[in-house]
């Protein structure tokens, strides 16, 4: 690979490192008579924001009060998140186009596992009820969309990559096109996108 | 309306006058009118979910309360409770506000709350705290204003009738605080007609901690048995310097409305108070047994407790050179405003025919050439012609109190002719008048009093309406006037109703507050002794035969909200913690047949309701503050069985 994109693909796996200190998504609730907007946060290790005010209010519909210490996601993650650096950081110094494709496929599944990880629990939380909740619409369920926006009675959700989700994408994208990029030279010189396994590297 | 006494012996002028015009002029002269301005209601109109652009701060006279309004609008935001009981949230009727209102005469559910005054640094309103003094029991309240609750009250000793008060120093280094009555000091009891001998005033310096807003009597000036009614402090140049108006200097002690209205001129009382700070430091004073108290709320604790003071430093003036001197003022001077410049000071002499207007620099001068008529008591009387910058010749009838509007106008309220009157600094000439309906006392220009005012805006707060509004029986609404002092002509804009009198008034940008305006009671930081942090710490305990409830209050419900086991005789403490962090989501609670007022509980805070059941029976208690859609739902009920019954005591919520 050129050093350039080895640069730019060290950059893709290094951005992962701000997903330690940015939250990964945001649920806003918004109402008449919460024009500011009630927020919560999810990031790799926790949840953040006003929580527990919006257990308060699901509690009429007999949402389960949401609570950080249901979720082993929040365990796993981080670990997650640092084996795809260690894999993106072998990736690099092996300096091959076959190992940055692999990782990019191994990135590709960590966010799709991610979202449907989310969407199990945006299900969970909007259907699974109290029977004895105070609120009972017929027909009617709480699940936050997975992206974009919805409304749910007098509340309309939100549902939105944060800053670290926004550099998860980013960096994802960077990495997928670095990869690309280097495929497509190697075509123009008449080389396979993936180096054969018999051909030595090349000791430069 | 303490101002309308005042004024009796002028309230003659008022037919004189009429009278005159009828006889000399041939008719009946209409009543001036203002009209208000063709622009006026755009002018005070803030559309639906806008905001005002000024805060203003009423007192309510004999409410002994403080409201909050928006300017240019004249809508109200709050009624602060400071010196009067205000069932309507329990203020005064709580464990924990009750020690506020306690005094050296016990506790006390009123007070006459005259002058608010916001805290300055550099001579500049900063929006932390705002000052306010109760007349009658002399006392000084501080507001927070990041909360907008009364959170200190301090009396002060050897006072009566705290008028003079609170005005601050540039830096709020102070508060001060004038006795209106001179009395005994220390008291006793004594022969009214010793008065001469007896009855002395006394000029209160209270610092304030510059970080808490704490406040401390550092000391009082004893000075000779006059009237001391308004006061205000230097700031640029004549910062260290406070001065005070001083009337009934004949000394009379009654039909003050003859007796104290003989003497052309009267005084201001200019104090050095940095020079009183020297003779406190160099061990100067006396220090003379008294007894006062310092009541001070803790917003972590949610409650206030109550500390009783004995002594007090007292500066004697003829022991103590320098300290303070008489600047000769006519005639029974009411107000004295300092100019945003610092140097003239302007006295309303509700007697004279003229506001006379004081130079801080001649009066240096005056008291560097000794330039003296006579010396009372140690107290040197400066010349006035060595004193006097000038005079605004036939200003009105009655002035009274003025206010600048920082482009080198002043203006003066005046009570008898009812207008206020726009004179300019340095010529004394008078550029504008306008009526106001009627009879005004203060008026107010936001910062109007500080070096920088906001010269957009002038309030004026009137003691009579008469037919301004729909009658409502004998006892009429108080009102204020707004008008637009931005052009060269005042102009009329709103009248605006206020509760109780408004007697005076601060003014502030609104964005120095609205940042710092408090949402919610952070519950982790709640310290209340009977605090709960969530519904499982909620519980009943027993204690002979008190029996204390740890109550939470939470969307929609009480917890707990079924009680069984109380008695008849039990003393029964509903601690009622509002477990909401959600902002305008106070709860309320009251129980049937309790003997006090409801409690409202702001998120994150604790408040104490005691019940004291005195028959047997089933008592609902419900939440009073529509908090939730199942509002109506949040209630519950305490059973009461006789005496020494066998029910044992049992508590829960949902089962």
Known sequence: MRPSARVLALVSVLALGLLYVLPLWRITLKAPQYPEGVVMYIWLHKLSGQVDLISGLNHYIGMRPIRQEDFPEFLIMPWLIAGLMATGLAAVALNKRWALGLWVVLFALVIAIGLADFYRWGYEYGHNLDPRAPIKVPGMSYQPPLIGHKQLLNFTAYSYPDAGGLVAFAAFLLGATVFGTECVRARRQSLPCIERRPQVPSVA | ?655
């Open chain 2, 1 to 655: 309306m303490a101002a309308w006494r005042v004024f009796r012996p002028v309230m003659w002028l008022v037919p004189t006058i009429a009278g005159f015009f009828v006889l000399f002029l041939g008719g009946c002269p209409g009543p001036r009118q203002a009209v208000a301005t063709d622009d006026a209601a755009s002018r005070v109109y803030v559309p639906p979910g806008q905001y005002d652009e000024f805060y203003a701060f009423i007192s309510g006279g004999f409410s002994g309360q403080v409201t909050v309004y928006g300017l240019p609008s004249g809508r109200l935001f709050k009624i602060i409770p400071v010196f009067s009981v205000h069932p309507e949230n329990g203020y005064g009727y709580t464990p924990e506000t009750q020690p506020l209102l306690m005094t050296s005469h016990g506790f006390i559910p009123w007070d006459d709350s005259h002058h608010p005054e916001l805290s300055q640094t550099d001579g500049i309103p900063d929006g932390r705290w705002l000052f306010v003094n109760g007349t009658n029991t002399p006392r000084v309240a501080r507001v927070d204003l990041r909360t907008f609750e009364t959170v200190e009250i301090i009396e002060t000793p050897n006072s009566a009738g705290n008028h003079a008060s609170p005005f601050v120093t540039q830096n709020t280094e102070y508060v001060v605080a004038a006795t209106r009555f001179s009395v005994p000091v220390p008291q006793k009891d004594v022969p009214i007609a010793s008065y001469q001998q007896n009855f002395k005033g006394t000029l209160s310096f209270i610092k304030v901690d510059p970080k808490t807003g704490r406040m401390e009597l550092a000391f009082q000036i004893l000075v000779p048995g006059y009237n001391y009614d308004l006061s205000h402090a230097g700031k640029g140049p004549s910062h260290g310097w406070a001065f005070f108006t001083a009337y009934n200097t004949e000394r009379a002690h009654t039909l003050l409305e003859v007796n104290a209205s003989q003497r052309d001129k009267d005084f201001i009382a200019a104090v050095n108070w940095k020079k009183a700070e020297e003779y406190i430091a160099q061990g100067k004073y006396r220090e003379i047994p008294t007894e006062y108290y310092h009541n001070v709320y803790d917003e972590r604790k949610h409650m206030a407790t109550s500390r009783v003071y004995t002594k007090v430093k007292v500066l004697i003036p003829s022991e103590c050179p320098g300290l303070i001197y008489y600047l000769p003022t006519p005639k029974s001077p009411h107000g004295v405003d300092v100019d945003p410049s610092g140097e003239y000071i302007v006295a309303g002499g509700k007697l004279a025919t003229v506001i006379p207007v004081h130079s801080f620099s001649k009066m240096l001068k005056a008291i560097e050439n000794r330039e003296f008529d006579t010396i009372i008591d140690g107290i040197p009387v400066l010349k006035y012609d060595a004193v006097l910058a000038g005079e605004v010749k036939n200003p009105g009838l009655g002035p009274l109190h003025t206010e600048f509007d920082g482009k080198g106008y002043a203006y003066t309220s005046h009570f008898v002719s009812s207008e206020v009157v726009k004179w300019k600094l340095g010529t004394w000439e008078i550029v504008d008048r306008i009526p106001t309906y009627y009879s005004l006392g203060h008026i107010m220009i936001p910062g109007g009093d500080s070096r920088k005012p906001w010269g957009k805006y002038l309030v004026a707060m009137n003691k009579i309406t008469k037919d301004r509004y729909l009658p409502t029986g004998p006892e009429l609404v108080q009102s204020a006037q707004l008008i637009d002092i931005s052009g060269d002509k005042m102009k009329l804009l709103l009248d605006f109703p206020t509760l109780g009198e408004p007697h005076y008034a601060q003014g502030i940008a609104a964005d120095i507050l609205m940042k710092n305006s408090l949402k919610v009671y952070p519950l982790e930081e709640n310290e209340h002794p009977h605090a709960i942090k969530s519904v499982e710490q909620a519980r009943v305990e027993r204690k002979g035969n008190e029996v204390h409830v740890y109550m939470a209050a939470v969307r929609s419900h009480f917890r707990p909200d079924n009680i069984e086991g109380l008695q008849v005789g039990d003393k029964v403490y509903f601690h009622v913690t509002n477990l909401e962090q959600d902002w305008d989501l106070p709860h309320g609670f009251t129980i049937m047949g309790a003997t006090t007022a409801e409690i409202l509980i702001m998120p994150g805070q604790t408040k104490t309701l005691v019940w004291e059941p005195k028959k047997p029976g089933v008592y609902p208690f419900y939440c009073t503050d529509f908090c939730s859609a199942l509002h109506q739902e949040m209630q519950g009920y305490a059973r009461v069985s006789p005496r020494g019954t066998n029910v044992p005591l049992s508590y829960g919520t949902g089962q």
